[in-house]
Nanobody, 125 residues
Framework: QVYLVESGGGSVQAGGSLRLSCAAS???????MAWFRQTPGNEREGVVAIETVGGDEYYADSVKGRFALSEDNDKNTMYLQMNSLKPEDTAMYYCAAGRWATRAGPLSKVSYNYWGQGTQVTVSS
């Protein structure tokens, strides 16, 4: 079992920055770690993911060049640095962990077994 707790969300003006944190506890194999986001009435979409074996990272086109993933393995914490934020980045952001590699790939929600409770990000114009 893996427990994921997000923090760092908030309200910011367009062009600003936020850093989200995801603290993981418990043990199980984790092949993928990722950040997803969701707005009311829409599907949960993958924002950025990392394969823990090899360290390959994957970014949604909408955030490339603006968002960056990092990890502190000593603290079992994953971070999402979000720069140049836009109103369309407004969403609930979720941390997720997936136990196995899947054909759906690291940015698909079906690849994930464990989810945090989410942290809200609001970007005003």
């Amino acid at each position: 079992q893996v427990y994921l707790v997000e923090s760092g969300g908030g309200s910011v003006q367009a062009g600003g920055s936020l850093r989200l944190s995801c603290a993981a506890s418990g043990y199980t194999s984790r092949y993928y770690m990722a950040w997803f986001r969701q707005t009311p009435g829409n599907e949960r979409e993958g924002v950025v993911a990392i394969e823990t074996v090899g360290g390959d990272e994957y970014y949604a086109d909408s955030v490339k060049g603006r968002f960056a993933l990092s990890e502190d393995n000593d603290k079992n914490t994953m971070y999402l640095q979000m720069n140049s934020l836009k109103p369309e980045d407004t969403a609930m952001y979720y941390c997720a962990a997936g136990r196995w590699a899947t054909r759906a790939g690291p940015l698909s929600k079906v690849s994930y077994n464990y989810w945090g409770q989410g942290t809200q990000v609001t970007v005003s114009s």
